[in-house]
């Protein structure tokens, strides 16, 4: 019978924040396809993410080896073909993170499948996976078949939830990745200076936009809001055109999509383009002086006003109940 698997990649051991959310996807699929749940895990020294997929699958496939110990496109791509030749697989899922979006397409084409990207939805029609992602911004929702199996298809961050916890009864299967001759020479590797918690994982991120007027709120008010929170700060794309902060501040299609408990959008309007990037946010939070602007239409509580007082007030409301 044709089986639904989910690709969990842990380069040495280390997994993404959303890694299991897939797997939520993939159980609802399962289900109503009467068919199995099968977890692959591709990654040396991957033990805790074998566990953890132990209990939420009904069969895990660990490919281990030396050349899983850090990320390679062509390493990994390799592996999880490893993993599924000679499986009857009618779908393959992974996260939507950097590594998903690299290894999924390439590892539908070399299965002759059906490549699909950034699914926030599924459902079975007809006894057909039908499959959901937003498009041209959010403003739609296209819906999508694939032609050929497997779909290998990306799930997009905050779409769905990690199924919850059971007993660790699933059978491990374990292969050894075979040598792969990379097609790319890594000449040396260089961590960008990591300040505080990164974006795509933080559980509060309050987001600077035009609104704020200028880079000095990025490293005060909004800096000691989003810290106080335990969060991370972000931008719009106005803000980082304008040169306030870096690039990799940018929330959006074309910036990071986040997927946090709280979002709080502080003087940004709610562009389409913005929207994109926090549709895995659990609540919004919009302070905007503009009661018009369309940011408002997703906020659950919405402060209309200067940006400034109402920051500050949060600030020492946070401060005193510390
Ligand atoms: C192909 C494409 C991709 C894009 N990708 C992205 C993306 O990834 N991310 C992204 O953010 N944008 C993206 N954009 C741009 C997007 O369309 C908007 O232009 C951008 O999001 C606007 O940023 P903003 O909300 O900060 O600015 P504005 O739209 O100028 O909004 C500023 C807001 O601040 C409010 N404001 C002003 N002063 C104050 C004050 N003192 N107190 C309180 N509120 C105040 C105003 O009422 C207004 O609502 C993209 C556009 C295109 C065409």
Not at 134 to 151: C, E, H, N, Q, S
Not at 221 to 230: N, P, V
């Amino acid at each position: 019978m044709a089986d639904v698997y989910v690709l969990i990649f842990a380069p040495g051991g280390a997994t993404a924040k959303a890694a299991l959310e897939p797997l939520g996807a993939g159980r609802g699929l399962a289900q109503a396809l009467n068919a199995k749940l099968v977890g692959v895990v591709v990654g040396a020294g991957a033990d805790a993410a074998v566990e953890a997929v132990r209990r939420r699958a009904d069969a895990v496939v660990h490919v281990s080896g030396d050349a899983l110990q850090s990320y390679d496109v062509d390493a990994f791509t390799a592996a999880a073909q490893q993993a599924l030749e000679g499986r009857d697989a009618r779908v393959v899922l992974a996260l939507a993170d950097s590594i998903g979006r690299e290894v999924a397409p390439r590892l539908a084409a070399r299965l002759g499948g059906s490549p699909l990207t950034e699914i926030s939805d599924v459902a079975v029609e007809d006894g057909r996976p039908v499959f959901s992602r937003p498009v041209f911004g959010g403003k739609a929702v296209a819906k999508l078949v694939g032609r050929r199996d497997p779909v290998v298809a990306t799930v997009k961050a905050g779409a769905f939830e990690a199924p919850a916890e059971g007993q660790a009864e699933a059978a491990v299967e374990t292969l050894t990745a075979a040598a792969v001759e990379p097609s790319v020479e890594v000449l040396g590797r260089e961590a960008a200076p990591q300040t505080g918690v990164p974006l795509d994982a933080a559980p509060v991120v309050v987001s600077g936009g035009r609104g704020v007027g200028g880079p000095e709120p990025f490293q005060n008010e909004l800096k000691q809001l989003a810290d106080l929170l335990g969060g991370a700060v972000g931008a719009s794309l106005a803000a980082v055109d304008a040169g306030w902060v870096p690039q990799s501040y940018q929330v959006g299609q074309t910036g990071t999509a986040v997927a946090p408990t709280v979002y709080i959008a502080v003087g940004i309007s709610g562009a389409s383009q913005h929207l994109a990037g926090i549709s895995g946010a659990k609540h919004v939070v919009a302070i905007n002086k503009d009661k018009e602007a369309p940011i408002f239409r997703v906020a659950e509580v919405g402060l209309v006003g200067e940006w400034k007082p109402i920051v500050d007030a949060l600030v020492k409301a946070l401060q005193a109940g510390k």
